[in-house]
């Protein structure tokens, strides 16, 4: 009974895209795959360093000053993981837009729609939350008297972030990169809409075969977008197994 998900969830599916990807493997686009994960994996490595940065500046400014101006940016910046990726893209090119009819020298509708500028900034209102709340739980298992402790001893805000906040941080900092760059890489909406020209992605393309009833060449972006949301269930197993005692 508790195998039953598993099996209809995860082992039956992968089975089946399995079969048509060992049936046609002489034809599929080896070549074209590599450029398409590629595109995936830049875009995401990118997209990871970014969220995590702007995450771990706000978890940082929360915990030392509790402004409410800093709790508020804190708490939109969280929204955005509620929001659906298409909704993300219209509230992205509206004002493009208007900026572009009242500017149209600047060629921002250019740097918006055919670079990862606009991509890229659609992920990060999308999956900033995800860096956020993993880095937000982190602080919440470090004592303010830490703080306090390194202030008597004359660490200024850049000491104590580097010297103390960080080391107990790097598992909180790791977890939250690796959450947004397995979000990045299945990501369709957003994608398909802002995405620039010749850098299509696995989940374009596994959406775009699978669409034209390809399945054999679907089921190859398919499985490697499988494989890599399997990294993060791997690691938190590990992490579960190795209990509290022995994080070091």
Not at 150 to 178: D, Y
Request: glycine share 8%.
């Amino acid at each position: 009974l508790c195998a039953t998900p598993i099996l209809m969830g995860f082992v039956l599916p992968v089975l089946f895209m399995l079969r048509p990807l060992l049936a046609d493997w002489a034809g599929l686009p080896w070549a074209r795959f590599g450029e398409w994960a590629f595109n995936s994996v830049r875009l995401a490595s990118i997209t990871a360093v970014l969220a995590v940065g702007v995450a771990l500046a706000l978890a940082y400014q929360v915990r030392r000053s509790g402004h409410w101006a800093v709790r508020a940016a804190a708490q939109v910046a969280g929204m955005g993981y509620a929001i659906p990726g298409a909704v993300v893209v219209v509230g992205l090119l509206l004002p493009v837009g208007w900026l572009q009819a009242w500017a149209p020298d600047w060629q921002v509708g250019y740097w918006v729609t055919a670079t990862v500028v606009g991509i890229v900034w659609a992920y990060l209102v999308r999956f900033c939350a995800v860096a956020l709340q993993s880095l937000q739980s982190g602080y919440a298992r470090l004592p303010t008297s830490l703080d306090e402790s390194a202030r008597m001893l004359g660490a200024g805000g850049v000491e104590l972030a580097a010297r103390v906040h960080w080391p107990l941080l790097r598992r909180s900092v790791a977890a939250a990169a690796l959450l947004v760059f397995v979000d990045v890489m299945k990501e369709l909406p957003a994608t398909l809409v802002l995405r620039p020209f010749n850098s299509d992605t696995l989940a374009v393309v596994a959406y775009q075969l699978a669409r034209d009833e390809r399945l054999g060449e679907a089921a190859l972006p398919c499985l490697a977008l499988v494989l890599v949301g399997l990294i993060p269930v791997i690691l938190l197993s590990r992490t579960l197994r190795s209990g509290p005692g022995r994080q070091g």
